[in-house]
């Protein structure tokens, strides 16, 4: 009889009940994460420190169409990163992302899955520039904007039937910003993002 209740007992522990297939609801989600800027260590003056990775907000919903196939819309909005350059300027990015993509998911289990996004991001980044003396040059702000092909990966690992925990990556592309401080005249700014958020199921 032991032999049986311990059976019994891990097997109980051990198994997870199914959960509800949410083909055809909606669900809200909402993501915090870390920003890094890829070719963004120019520098007013000269500097080559890069800029800071910024914190990130970005809520989404979405439309589940069958079990393995999605659509999300998101707005990602990106803090400031700010660097100190030589000569005490300040220099700051900030940037944010709209974006749109189709999302493929497999179920490994009952309760954790794996996902990939693959759609487009219209992305803005903006640059200022500021002293103490008022001066920064020929360049004191600008800014670019460029729809980009935006991808992702992520794991979901789902609470019940309405609550889940995500984690992903996201590359949003690349945006130029017209810089005539640089040798080039220009850069072109890369952003990606790793956030973990919380998921509704409606």
Do not use: H, W
């Amino acid at each position: 009889m032991k032999k049986i209740a311990i059976v019994a007992l891990l097997s109980a522990c051990i198994a997870t009940p199914a959960l509800a297939d949410n083909t055809g609801k909606f669900y809200g989600a909402v993501d915090l994460g870390s920003v890094s800027y890829s070719n963004a260590t120019f520098g007013g003056q000269n500097s080559t420190t890069a800029f800071p990775n910024p914190g990130a907000f970005r809520f989404a919903g979405g439309y589940n169409i069958t079990s393995m196939f999605a659509v999300e819309a998101g707005y990602a909005m990106i803090g400031s990163s700010t660097i100190d350059t030589i000569g005490a300027f300040t220099e700051t990015l900030k940037s944010s992302a709209l974006s749109v993509a189709g999302v493929a998911n497999y179920a490994i289990n009952d309760t954790f899955g794996v996902f990939g996004k693959l759609g487009f991001a219209s992305t803005k980044v903006d640059y200022t520039c500021s002293s103490a003396a008022g001066n920064c040059g020929a360049t004191t702000a600008a800014n670019g904007s460029k729809t980009n092909l935006t991808f992702g990966l992520g794991g979901q690992y789902n609470i019940n039937k309405q609550f889940a925990i995500r984690a992903q990556y996201e590359d949003f592309g690349k945006v130029k910003l017209t810089l005539p401080f640089l040798a080039s005249g220009s850069a072109d700014v890369g952003i990606k993002m790793v956030s973990v958020g919380g998921v509704y199921n409606f």
